[in-house]
């Protein structure tokens, strides 16, 4: 288990009530102190939680949930052309977060804005490269012990079956 609280971290200290968007026992939502766009905004773990797969299934499920909701609300707001659901984990310490405690930003786009996110993406790699790549994330979720079949599904949650040929 994290520590609940750790010393020194920002968003485990005392936040200011005004920048508050939603509280839970769980979770928290604070409009950005370093905003890429106005209306940009994190949702946080209470506890201290460092990055995404540190978070226990169902606090990551209502995260998400949250999130949900406080993504159409902040389209309420304001008009604007996209928005953007984004958090990084920093696994090596290479500077990918300036807090080191789990978030999830929602982060409001608009044409022209100052945002880069070039995924320089590759030319499709061919079906059987992607397959070598599939059966080694299949076995790596083996290995971590997703059941056959996947998890299953949370209540309320419509399922189908997807072909995988
Ligand atoms: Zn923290």
């Known amino acids: 288990m994290p520590e609940a609280r750790k010393p020194g971290c920002p968003f485990c200290g005392d936040i200011s009530p005004g920048v508050v968007v939603y509280d839970d026992p769980l979770v928290y939502a604070i409009v950005s102190q370093r905003p890429i766009n106005d209306y940009h905004v994190l949702v946080i773990p209470k506890h201290h939680y460092e990055q995404f797969i540190d978070l226990p299934d169902p606090l990551a499920a209502h995260l998400f949930v949250v999130a949900k909701h406080l993504s159409h ?52 790699p061919g079906e059987a490269a992607r397959s070598a790549l599939a059966a080694e994330i299949r076995s790596a979720l083996a290995k971590l012990g997703m059941p056959e079949g996947g998890l299953p599904a949370a209540g309320g949650a419509e399922q189908r079956t997807t072909s995988t040929k």
């Open 73 to 124: 609300a902040v389209r309420q707001v304001r008009p604007m052309d996209a928005i953007c659901h984004l958090s990084d984990d920093d696994i090596t310490g290479a500077g990918y977060n300036l807090v080191r405690h789990y978030k999830l930003h929602i982060i409001p786009r608009h044409v022209g804005d100052r945002v880069v996110i070039n995924w320089n993406r590759d030319p499709d």
